[in-house]
């Protein structure tokens, strides 16, 4: 926790998975159904960050199976919907896939099902925010977030950008300008002095579509 000046705005470094409280979010919230853990299911350990319509990704695991669910935007359904994947192979715990070419760009969480029941779900093009700056902005000042996946697909131009004190309802900045790797925003000229939690949101998929901590 920095020292607060009263002229001065101070943020923390810390990129928040998800804002307490949370706040409205932009765009359409997924609601696919529920698929509760049990034992022996598959396990996935890491998966590609990013996939687009007719792209593939990569899941890498155990108990990996070519039953492979993903859930994502709709053009007919404010909730999303199930999509197809097509698994190129499975070999060795390594498992790829290819979303489809007619799909929603957007997030999208991806299942793998076995005898047992499902995986937890991964999710394909989640904002990854690496670190912002400067560590201190005054009001009206403007911040740069950096990472991956950071503004809205297809073309990366509209970016969602919250911030808040732990605990309270915070705003949603002013974005100057979005980018896949970059985001700048303007800090309000009547912002409280404190120290703030910075959050980015994929602008659509409800709380899937929040930020991920990356490193």
Not at 9 to 37: C, I, N, Q, S, Y
Not at 66 to 86: D, I, K, M
Not at 139 to 161: C, I, W
């Amino acid at each position: 926790m920095k020292s607060v000046l009263p002229w001065i705005f101070f943020w923390t470094a810390t990129l928040a998975a998800a804002p307490d409280p949370v706040p409205k979010l932009p765009g359409d919230e997924f609601h696919p159904p529920p698929r509760p853990a049990a034992p022996g299911v598959p396990l996935v350990f890491e998966h590609s960050s990013e996939a687009g319509p007719d792209e593939t990704f990569l899941l890498v695991g155990e108990n990996l199976t070519t039953n492979v669910v993903v859930w994502g935007a709709s053009a007919r359904s404010s909730e999303g919907q199930l999509w197809p994947a097509r698994v190129l192979f499975l070999t060795n715990g390594y498992l790829t896939a290819v979303l489809p070419d007619d799909a929603a760009d957007g997030p999208f969480l991806v299942w793998v099902k076995n005898a047992a029941g499902y995986s937890a779900p991964v999710i394909l093009n989640q904002p990854c925010p690496w670190w912002c700056g400067p560590d201190a902005a005054a009001p009206g000042e403007t911040v740069r977030v950096f990472g991956r996946n950071l503004s809205r697909r297809p073309d990366h131009v509209q970016a969602f950008v919250y911030l808040n004190q732990p605990g309270r309802a915070g705003f949603w900045a002013d974005v100057v300008k979005g980018g896949k790797y970059a985001v700048t925003f303007r800090l309000p000229a009547a912002v409280t002095a404190g120290v703030y939690d910075v959050w980015v949101h994929a602008g659509a998929g409800g709380e899937w579509g929040g930020a991920n901590r990356c490193n």
